[in-house]
């Protein structure tokens, strides 16, 4: 008979608290490769979606696509900062984005394109829907934000692994990594000019981002 192996004690501090984990760590690891699978399961699905436009219609909607899994620290100090219990029932049931695809599309017409496809698969079900392309956040992101789950077949079970999928175009992933890395790279809190004149790049990307839209569309009628 297989048995699981089990890790040696392991404790991580966070916001000063200590907590112990060493006697959930190999659930945590096997929910941390069910959360990988369904993030390499849902990557594939877009894959095939950019691969069959580039046959049918010589178009990659795709330009690239990044993943990510979050962190146990980054988990940790999350629910720590939303003040939800620290285990691992908590971590399923609050933390939606521990697995996560980034979806870099060449045009805005794109985003919505590979959204729709992948929401109409019969095992991709909707959890949350956020568009901050039509509704940008205050300080300019945009960006179109979706929570799928999807099922994981295991040897001796399925699970239902939520996925969050972030779509959005060249331009305003340009934007959000370098005002990323400004915010990252300041010691204090962003003066409001500063915030002002990313604001005015974001607005200034986005007028690019449509009017490259409009020049694609009069091209495909051609």
């Known amino acids: 008979m297989l048995k699981r192996k ?15 984990i060493a006697d959930q760590i190999q659930d945590f690891l096997e929910l941390r490769q069910l959360y990988n699978a369904a993030m390499r399961k849902v990557k594939t699905k877009v894959e095939i979606l950019d691969e069959e436009f580039q046959v049918r219609y010589n178009h990659n909607p795709i330009h690239h696509i990044e993943c990510r899994l979050k962190t146990p620290q980054s988990i940790i100090e999350k629910l720590n900062r939303k003040g939800y219990e620290l285990s691992l029932e908590s971590i399923r049931k609050n933390i939606m984005d521990i697995a996560g695809i980034r979806v870099i599309c060449n045009y805005i017409d794109d985003i919505y394109t590979i959204a729709d496809l992948l929401l109409k698969q019969d095992d991709v079900a909707l959890v949350r829907k956020r568009d901050y392309i039509a ?15 999807t099922p994981v077949f295991l040897s001796d079970r399925k699970e239902h692994v939520p996925v969050e999928v972030q779509i959005r175009t060249i331009a305003m992933d340009c934007w959000a ?6 915010i990252y790279k300041s010691s204090r809190p962003l003066p409001d000019n ?25 091209l495909w009628q051609l």
Do not use: F, W
């Open 6 to 20: 089990r890790q040696s004690n392991t404790q991580l501090v966070v916001a000063g608290r200590q907590v112990d």
């Open 177 to 182: 990594s370098l005002e990323h890395n400004l």
């Open 135 to 149: 509704n940008p956040k205050e300080n300019g992101y945009r960006s179109l934000h979706l929570v799928v789950v």
């Open 194 to 218: 500063i915030k002002e004149q990313l604001k005015e790049c974001a607005d200034a990307v986005n007028a690019i981002d449509m009017k490259i839209r409009d020049i694609y569309r009069q």
